[in-house]
């Protein structure tokens, strides 16, 4: 099976990856300026508190035997404790993790059913007004800020028109999908201009290739030509990309969750890093690190199921 | 113009909100408030809290022995029915109120304060212990509380009236699981429920980041106006909703009932809404910047702030009106005295406190030599609009002295660490009182062995000499003149920029009455009702 030995593959080569973000992590949070001890114990503490602290944090202990605890400690599965929210850091982001996972799901999702219709719309009428009207709308939401798009649509559909709720993240899984959707839509909005711009582009290469033309050519009905031949070439570099922009979509939750109020692991990371909670960042972190890596396997997967040519690199 | 347009809504609405306190029949019972927060609590127990989101909420969970009255200039009975001192100041007798029970309907006996105060005074435990130093022991007889003292304490029954020496069960916090006392109390405000406190609510839900839920104690020992027992609400239901922004929407959109931290630059807007109260409550919070005093920078350069006539001359051209109307949109008042807000007792009124004097400040500058274009860095939080605007406007005010003001900006744990190693020449800062005592404050602000004079590193014989005879001076007048020099001292040396007093600016929808925000920030519900 070439499948499976190819998986394996990718299986292994994310252990250096892993152990280079938590060198990477460990050392970057060490380097920024401010002591966990000091966010600890607030500004009012005496510096014999924050020495005691630094003490009972292990902070004082040489470096390479921090790292060398942490890298032990995560191998068996142990993260540590969050020094601000007083719990194991595993148990904390795996509460929040289930909402940003939603999220971005949800975002993706509406991403795609965005950009698909449309880049295929556009490209079968490139040129023409359709072409010039959905790509002109999608420039303004490549070039707004995420922050930005977010409070329009609060400001517009769910304070004044009252369509949604402001904040908040619901119960059930409809409840879910009704306060989700005006972050989703701001996530997406940005991640479908992406992506809507690239598939009409390999749309049209491939239309114009010469098995779409042989297959025209042959009386093939255009609904099979378009479904067998034009959108499984054409989604090859899409998928590349939807890959990529889910890495990046992990982080626009930083922004995305606080305007929203959402309690995700998007909003975690910013009170970790200003509480300076070392265990919770480097936590969190490796969970980034985590998903986008599985997230960059199944494009890969995904991606040599589409083009069998990519199992032989 | 805007200032007073504010100030008569404020007055308006404070009216309003007596006037229904005092309606008895009109209060509503029952409901849910749903408040929006800034920020969230981690762990609410009074000698664990120390973030002002826990700090805040630990009344509304737990009583203590006495309470500020109404105006806040006096101590009144809580838990205690009655007080005394003896005459040498050295004990102090309380009697429990009759009947006092915890949120689950047992019996609060002096066993559980004789435990609440030997926890709340530990060392070993919370930060707060050094507060409460002067008590060498704690014993109950029956209701009869009695404290005695290693020295005399001026300040020991407003600590009795302050969140750290709340009460809490014996019996449910030596029950609950855990292998010491901090994981004790995280076991217990992780799993909520009646019997812990005995406060006017209990905390009956609590998700991490997200919500927290109070519910009603229903054996809170105080009635409200309708002769029934307090409080009126049946629940609080608490979001976190930290972008400003966002809470505002929220409120105006309906989705809750209160919004808290109101950007200064929306108070305007949300008064002119009949649907909205826009409070600003009187607060201790006041905003200045310590200056470094010493002689020389970290980096061993020279330090031009340490010259006295220099930081009186940064103070005289700093025009607090001008930076009131900049930054508050006039919502504020310049700092009348240097070491504490003035709605602290003992505040001396010294106003004008370094009132806009342009000619005195050149005056001085060319009396102590600086030279022109002398750098100073002023250090600023990173993404603070507020401090943005600050540094712009001292920019300019401090251009015609010929300092050229620099920012450094970076975020707050980074300025915390900067005003600890001194590693600053001004950097910006604030401070609200968690006890209802000057002594707090003062000792930050200017008392060098507790924390470097606020890490200006001013270090006054004089003033210290004088704060370690107030902390156990017990002749209130004799105290006050102490407060008085120290206030003077403080005033003339200048290891401050004096900057404002801001209120508490809490939103507050047009169908809640009664709810309060106390100087010290602490957030009171007991008299708060919803009428839907």
């Known amino acids: ?313 | 113009m805007k200032a007073a347009a504010l100030a008569v809504g404020l007055a308006l609405s404070t009216a309003l909100g007596a006037f229904t306190i005092q309606s008895a029949d009109a209060v509503e019972r029952g409901g849910t408030l749903n408040f929006a927060r800034y920020d969230g609590s981690k762990l609410v127990d009074p000698i664990y809290a120390d973030r002002n989101p826990d700090i805040w909420m630990v009344g509304s969970l737990f009583s203590t022995l006495l309470e500020p009255s109404a105006d806040g200039k006096d101590l009144v009975g809580s838990l205690a029915e009655s007080y005394e001192v003896s005459a040498d100041g050295k004990t102090v007798t309380l009697k429990l109120r009759d009947g006092v029970k915890f949120s689950d309907g047992s019996p609060l006996t002096g066993e559980d304060v004789v435990f609440s105060l030997d926890r709340a005074r530990n060392p070993d435990l919370g930060p707060w212990a050094g507060l409460l130093s002067a008590i060498a022991s704690v014993e109950a007889d029956g209701a009869n509380i009695t404290l005695t003292l290693s020295t005399p304490d001026p300040a020991l029954l407003s600590m009795l009236a302050t969140f750290n020496t709340a009460i809490v069960s014996k019996k449910a916090f030596e029950a609950a699981p855990g292998a010491n006392d901090q994981e004790k109390a995280a076991a217990l405000f992780a799993k909520g429920g009646p019997g812990l406190g005995s406060g006017p609510f209990f905390l009956s839900g609590f998700e991490q980041g997200t919500s927290m839920t109070f519910s009603a104690n229903p054996h809170y020992w105080k009635d409200g106006e309708d002769g029934k027992p307090l409080p009126y609400l049946e629940r609080i239901e608490f979001q976190i909703i930290p972008d400003d922004a966002t809470r505002v929407l929220k409120l105006t959109a309906g989705e809750v009932d209160i919004a808290e931290f109101i950007p200064f630059s929306r108070v305007a807007e949300l008064d002119a809404d009949p649907a909205i109260d826009m409070n600003l409550f009187p607060s201790t919070r006041i905003i200045y910047s310590p200056i470094n005093t010493r002689e020389t920078r970290t980096d061993g350069s020279p330090n031009p702030l340490a010259d006295k006539r220099v930081r009186q001359a940064i103070n005289y051209a700093t025009n607090k009106d001008a930076l009131i109307g900049l930054v508050l949109q006039g919502a504020g008042k310049p700092m009348s005295s240097p070491v504490m807000s003035s709605a602290t007792r003992l505040a001396t009124d010294m106003s004008p406190l370094y009132g806009y004097d342009l000619d005195k400040a050149k005056a001085l500058v060319a009396e102590a030599g600086l030279e022109p274009g002398t750098e100073i860095t002023l250090t600023t939080l990173a993404g603070s609009a507020d401090d943005a605007t600050i540094f712009a406007a001292l920019q300019q005010m401090w251009a015609p002295l010929g300092i050229s003001l620099v920012a450094e900006q970076v975020d707050g744990a980074t300025r915390g660490s900067k005003n600890r190693s001194g590693e600053f020449d001004i950097h910006t800062y604030g401070w609200v009182d968690d006890v209802n005592d000057p002594s707090q404050v003062t000792g930050w602000l200017g008392y060098y062995p507790t924390r470097k004079a606020v890490g200006t590193g001013w270090n006054n014989a004089e003033f210290n000499t004088l704060y370690e005879a107030s902390s156990s001076e017990m002749d209130p007048e004799k105290r006050a003149d102490q407060y008085r020099r120290m206030q003077e001292i403080y005033a003339e040396a200048a290891p401050l920029l004096f900057m404002y007093e801001t209120p508490f600016a809490v939103a507050v929808s047009a169908k809640v009455d009664g709810y309060l925000q106390t100087p010290l920030g602490n957030n009171v519900f007991e008299r708060a009702s919803v009428s839907r």
């Not at chain 1, 559909?157 to 904040?167: I, K, S, T, Y």
């Open chain 1, 1 to 313: 099976m070439a499948g499976a030995q190819y998986t394996l593959n990718r299986l292994v080569l994310m252990i250096p990856t892993f152990l280079l973000v938590m060198i990477i992590i460990f050392l970057l949070v060490r380097l920024l300026p401010g002591d966990p001890a000091i966010a600890i114990a607030g500004d009012k503490a005496s510096d014999a508190d924050i020495a005691a602290i630094r003490d009972k944090l292990g902070l004082n202990a040489p470096l390479w035997t921090q790292f060398w605890l942490f890298l032990t400690n995560t191998l068996q599965g142990d993260l540590g404790r969050s020094i601000l929210m007083r719990a194991p850091v595993l148990d904390v982001v795996l509460a929040r993790l289930p909402t940003t996972i939603f999220l971005a799901v949800y975002a993706i999702t509406l991403s795609i059913l965005i950009a698909g219709p449309l880049a295929f719309i556009a490209a079968l009428n490139r040129g023409k007004w359709q072409d010039n009207l959905i790509r002109a709308v999608f420039q303004v939401g490549l070039s707004m800020p995420v922050f930005y798009i977010g409070l329009i649509l609060l400001t517009f559909l769910a304070a004044q028109l009252r369509l949604f709720p402001v904040g908040g993240y619901g119960d059930t899984f409809a409840d879910r999908l009704y306060h989700l959707f005006l972050p989703s839509v701001t996530v997406a909005l940005y991640t479908s201009a992406i992506l809507m711009r690239n598939l009409r582009a390999a749309i049209i290469e491939v239309l114009d290739a010469e098995y779409v033309q042989f297959a025209r050519a042959k009386g093939l009905p255009p609904r099979l030509i378009l479904g067998r031949h034009v959108l499984k070439n054409a989604l090859i570099s899409t998928i590349t990309l939807l890959g990529l922009s889910i890495g990046q979509l992990m982080s626009g939750t930083l922004v995305t969750e606080t305007v929203f109020a959402v309690p995700g692991v998007g909003r975690l990371m910013l009170e970790a890093i200003f509480a300076r909670d070392y265990p919770l960042i480097q936590g969190l972190t490796l969970t980034f690190a985590l998903l986008v890596s599985l997230v960059f396997l199944m494009t890969d997967l995904f991606q040599s199921w589409l083009d069998p040519r990519m199992r032989l690199t």
